[in-house]
């Protein structure tokens, strides 16, 4: 159809014009419409169960928290940290202008929410490729503070958005500001501006220097990494960026600036600080509020870590970490010792608390390499086989993928038990394939172990990362006899009266592997100390254990038990750096054979020895060893 010249002038007509745009209004009005009653339904669903919002401005005295020792001794502290309430007018100008500028510069002009700032800061994590520039006003902090969880879900966020308006239309922005800076978490325990002035530099908040302001407005980044006790140079480095944001707002000359930066710091003096245990109570610190609820009243939680062997355990791995850093590139290292019903007597979460406060014990997952051959096994067992049942170590293919031994040969027939000893990769994964995938995986789930575990046929030689305490609650499962276990910490927590809040009962998920199945695991798994890749950790009484070493060297394990302690020992570097030629068999061994010597009170070996310095595994001699370094270590 040809379009004649009247249809093209009656097309570009003021009238035609004029239903467009009335067609144009009325869709933008209606999609408006049910924009407004689509935000409505959902605000008035997340709002239903807010929280009770009458005492905002109510600064109570956060509940202490003393932890004992499983022998009733005193651990540690924890509460009273909130100092005194301050109003922002009491406070020197350049605490609160210190906040403001870095955390919140348009906190005087927005209604809650910034949506100049939440669009800035979209923009430059897109640019950079990940978070480094948050949204959340002070509002929105300060009503995450006083009345939410910190759990991140939409539901949190939206209940935030909603309170951060709330508090807006109730309270004036220097009342505001007031919540925050009494409520806000800053490290080492504290709570609050006032709390934390007094903690680090030994004044009150209102005696604060200007460069003391910033570095604690510096914390909020970051509390536990910055805070001045721990890392005093990224404090202070910190706290110099808190200057010049203060600069950047207006709050300071540049000159004023700089003489704040080069103005001497007075810190607080130390007090005697916890010796023992410091990643174990940060691990129950998380737990208590989860146990007993949110709580006015001061509480004593009794714990299951033994004093002394936490000591122990901390001071071997330090020693034969330091005695052997430099020369086998190895920095970090990790240990749980537990009960076979699952009481953790002793976390180590690192060589040194104070320089970091990730815990590799709970925190870091690794690659537990041949330490996950067990739960292999006893798969097979639980189908039919037996430690007596043989396989032949020869050449494999599957799927174009070819597992190796660590020596890079092929040793002929042997049985399941002798392979679990000298932790032959190609009679593991021939087993997996046997029994299925599926079934290992299952195995691994009634052991306790949450971790995702990716169905391949590298499963076999431990390739998915697990941490170290559910490896280690796995093997407790076998000490005690095939009784499922969670691992724990808490005993009993009792308030100021004496009243028990919470009090362990019962054990874990019930009988989750047959008895005659873990009598054959014993004997198989003692035979890798007797005679295998874990003779380094022999006892003077029976005990089962299996080594484990992950790709490149990147990770060394211990894992084993008797029938008092169930321990689990890890070595490797935070930036998964490899090691030169560390195995499970070798340092992780050494220092589990020292920890649970102690736990026994067995003391030293008959033989006296110096801090052992374990040899480098001899060199492979196969082509594809050398390129995949340790992928298929034997141990």
Do not use: C
């Amino acid at each position: 159809m040809v379009e004649t010249k009247k249809d093209k002038a009656s097309a570009g007509s003021p009238k035609a014009g004029g239903r467009v745009l009335r067609f144009l209004l009325k869709w933008t009005f209606t999609l408006g419409i049910w924009a407004v009653v689509i935000i409505g339904i959902i605000t008035a669903f997340y709002a239903y169960d807010l929280p009770s919002t009458d005492k905002a401005l109510e600064v109570a005295r956060r509940p202490a928290v003393t932890l004992l020792a499983r022998d009733g001794s005193k651990m540690a502290d924890l509460g009273d940290l909130q100092g005194s309430a301050v109003h922002v007018k009491d406070l020197p100008k350049y605490l609160p202008e210190a906040v403001i500028a870095t955390e919140d510069r348009r906190f005087y002009s927005h209604s809650g929410i910034d949506i100049i700032g939440i669009t800035r800061a979209m923009v430059r994590n897109i640019k950079a490729g990940r978070v480094v520039q948050g949204g959340s006003t002070i509002s929105q902090q300060a009503a995450k503070n006083l009345f939410l969880t910190p759990e991140r879900t939409f539901k949190r966020k939206y209940q935030e958005l909603i309170l951060a308006f709330w508090l807006e239309q109730k309270f004036t922005k220097d009342q505001i500001l007031t919540i925050y800076l009494n409520r806000v978490y800053l490290g080492s325990g504290t709570y609050g501006v006032d709390g934390a002035a007094r903690k680090y530099f030994g004044v009150p908040a209102r005696k604060l220097s200007i460069f003391q302001s910033a570095i604690i407005a510096g914390l909020l980044k970051a509390p536990s990494r910055l805070n001045p006790r721990n890392n005093t140079k990224a404090a202070v480095a910190r706290g110099k960026v808190v200057l010049s944001n203060m600069v950047a707002a207006g709050y300071l000359t540049k000159t004023q600036a700089r003489q704040a930066a080069s103005s001497k710091l007075y810190y607080a003096q130390n007090q005697r600080a916890q010796k023992v245990g410091r990643y174990f109570v940060g691990w129950i610190s998380e737990q208590v509020r989860g146990f007993v609820g949110p709580r006015t009243g001061d509480v004593t939680v009794k714990t299951t870590m033994d004093a002394r062997l936490q000591a122990q355990a901390e001071k071997h791995i330090e020693r034969y970490l330091a005695a052997n850093a430099k020369k086998y590139n190895v920095h970090q290292g990790a240990a749980v010792v537990m009960s076979p019903g699952g009481a953790v007597l002793a976390m180590v979460g690192g060589r040194n608390y104070r320089k970091s406060q990730f815990n590799r014990t709970t925190q870091a997952r690794r690659q537990p390499g041949s330490a996950f051959k067990p739960i292999v096994y006893l798969a097979a067992l639980e189908a039919g086989l037996a430690p007596s049942t043989k396989f032949r170590d020869s050449p494999l293919t599957i799927k174009g993928w070819s597992p190796k031994n660590y020596d890079g040969k092929f040793h002929g027939e042997m049985s399941l038990k002798t392979a679990l000893a000298r932790s032959i990769n190609t009679i593991a994964v021939k087993v997996a394939e046997h029994v299925g995938q599926g079934n290992v995986i299952k195995t691994a789930r009634r052991l306790g172990i949450t971790a995702k575990l990716t169905s391949s046929p590298s499963l076999a030689l431990g390739t998915s990362e697990i941490n170290l305490l559910e490896m280690t609650g796995a093997y407790a499962v076998l000490a005690n006899g095939g009784q499922g276990i969670w691992p724990f910490g808490v005993e009993e927590i009792k308030d100021a009266e004496g009243r028990v809040l919470y009090r362990r009962q019962g054990g874990g998920a019930g009988q989750v592997v047959e008895p005659r199945h873990v009598r054959s695991m014993d004997n198989m798994l003692q035979e890798v100390i007797r005679t295998g890749t874990g003779k380094k950790a022999r006892l003077r009484r029976p005990a089962q254990g299996k080594t484990g070493t992950s790709q490149g060297f990147r990770d060394a394990w211990f894992i084993g038990y008797t029938k008092n302690f169930v321990t689990g020992v890890w070595v490797g570097n935070d930036n998964d750096a490899p090691m030169k030629k560390i195995t499970g068999g070798g340092l992780p061994a050494i220092i589990w054979q020292k920890i649970m010597s102690d736990a026994h009170g067995d003391g030293a070996t008959k033989k006296k020895r110096s801090v052992a310095k374990p040899k480098p595994a001899k060199k492979e001699k196969s082509f594809f060893d050398k390129i995949f370094g340790g992928l298929f270590s034997s141990d």
